[in-house]
């Protein structure tokens, strides 16, 4: 009779266990956190200030590239005139690029311009249309001299050039993605400058697919990402802890999962209207904001690090409370680190939530030498300036 007792009690323990680690296990799924330790320490260590072009604006389009241990910022000023470069080492601008207007009119629609540019080594200058036309500048007139059409699945108006979608050139090659309907398309564009041919692949996430009719909004097709060298691209999707890996030459995709659960579900806000009002428009935006997401991506190339922006999720009711354009930078923002294989090692205690950064911010935020280097929002167009901030590890 004991032995059956104690069988009994073996037994009424084990599912006990078993009712545990499953109710623990959907408390954990469904969470509206992301439950990473802070095991890294973000702490502000200077800053600096570089003075502007009389023409130069404090937001504008920019690029920023490392250039032999000193960093490159491109900025556009007034009107497109010209294009300002700016060493970070330096603290002011040692150069200046003048373009051509009267010449590249015929290459732009009535009321167009110029959407973006991009800066290839010493000498190569693109500017690209409002058509996604890649038009190829000489550097010291300002001429024009080739015309790239780069082609998409929803061409016109949908590669964009700015820190939101990829776009590198690499060798001969142009690297892009265009913006999505349904997810059903390939992530990335490949247009080979000398045979004219393009190529597209990459997949989006199986979730992507399934979901497609709640992913309200085009925001969901951003890519935080960073080209390591010229053959590695790394990204990831804003709403996944995972990163990838593209190898540019093979085409070969490495997804690397993270099992940390990523509270998406709330982000699935169905809305099948097709022409947007303003209202409609800006209860998108406001999703975005009340829920976590991802934006930009850096890579510590000293220690073989990935410093992923994660922005913390608003109160609607606090984010509606804010004006405009206050609202937009009042995320809690953290640091997600991941380690040179992709795995994430921790994260970092919070920015303060002062800075415009993120998926619809101008991001001005880039990194060398283990500093992290973030702009601040500019009082005046007659200075921008960077505050620095280095991460430690806590144990």
């Given at each position: ?6 069988k009994l009690v073996k037994n009424l323990r084990r599912k006990l266990n078993f009712l545990l680690t499953f109710v623990l296990f959907i408390a954990c799924t469904n969470s509206n956190k992301l439950n990473i330790e802070e ?297 997600i680190v991941y380690d040179e294989n992709l795995k994430i090692k921790g994260k970092t205690n919070s920015f303060p939530n002062d800075y415009q950064i993120g998926i619809y911010e101008q991001s001005e935020i880039f990194n060398i030498d283990n500093k992290i280097y973030v702009k601040k929002i500019p009082e005046n167009d007659e200075y921008i300036t960077y505050d620095i901030y ?6």
């Amino acid at each position: 009779m004991e032995k059956l007792r104690r069988k009994l009690v073996k037994n009424l323990r084990r599912k006990l266990n078993f009712l545990l680690t499953f109710v623990l296990f959907i408390a954990c799924t469904n969470s509206n956190k992301l439950n990473i330790e802070e095991l890294h320490t973000l702490e502000k260590t200077g800053e600096i200030k570089i003075k502007l072009n009389k023409k130069g604006l404090s937001i504008s389009d920019h690029q920023i590239r490392e250039i032999n241990e000193d960093i490159e910022i491109i900025r556009a000023n007034y009107g497109y005139e010209t294009l300002s470069i700016y060493s970070l080492n330096k603290s002011k601008e040692i150069g200046i690029i003048k373009l051509d207007l009267n010449n590249l009119m015929p290459f732009f629609e009535k009321g167009g311009g110029i959407s973006g540019f991009y800066l290839k080594g010493k000498d190569s200058l693109f500017v690209m249309n409002y058509q996604s036309d890649l038009l190829l500048i000489d550097r010291n007139t300002g001429q024009y001299l080739a015309n790239y059409n780069l082609p998409t699945s929803n061409r016109p108006n949908d590669v964009k050039i700015d820190h939101r979608f990829p776009f590198y050139i690499t060798n001969d090659r142009i690297i892009y993605t265009s913006s999505q309907n349904n997810f059903l398309n390939k992530i990335f564009w490949e247009y080979n400058m000398i045979n004219k041919k393009e190529k597209n692949y990459g997949e989006y996430p199986k979730f992507y697919k399934e979901k497609k009719d709640y992913l309200a909004g085009n925001w969901y097709d951003y890519l935080s990402h960073i080209m390591i060298n010229d053959t590695i691209l790394i990204y990831g999707h804003p709403i996944s802890n995972n990163l990838s890996k593209l190898n540019i030459n093979s085409k070969e995709i490495i997804e690397v999962i993270n099992n940390y659960p990523f509270p998406r579900e709330s982000h699935y806000t169905e809305n099948k209207i097709n022409n947007l009002a303003e209202e409609e428009l800006n209860n998108l935006i406001s999703n975005t904001y009340n829920n976590y997401h991802y934006s930009n991506l850096l890579y510590d190339k000293k220690n073989k690090k990935y410093y992923r922006i994660l922005k913390k999720p608003i109160e609607p009711k606090q984010f509606n409370s804010y004006p405009k354009p206050l609202k937009y930078w009042k995320n809690e923002i953290e640091i997600i680190v991941y380690d040179e294989n992709l795995k994430i090692k921790g994260k970092t205690n919070s920015f303060p939530n002062d800075y415009q950064i993120g998926i619809y911010e101008q991001s001005e935020i880039f990194n060398i030498d283990n500093k992290i280097y973030v702009k601040k929002i500019p009082e005046n167009d007659e200075y921008i300036t960077y505050d620095i901030y280095t991460i430690t590890e806590k144990y």
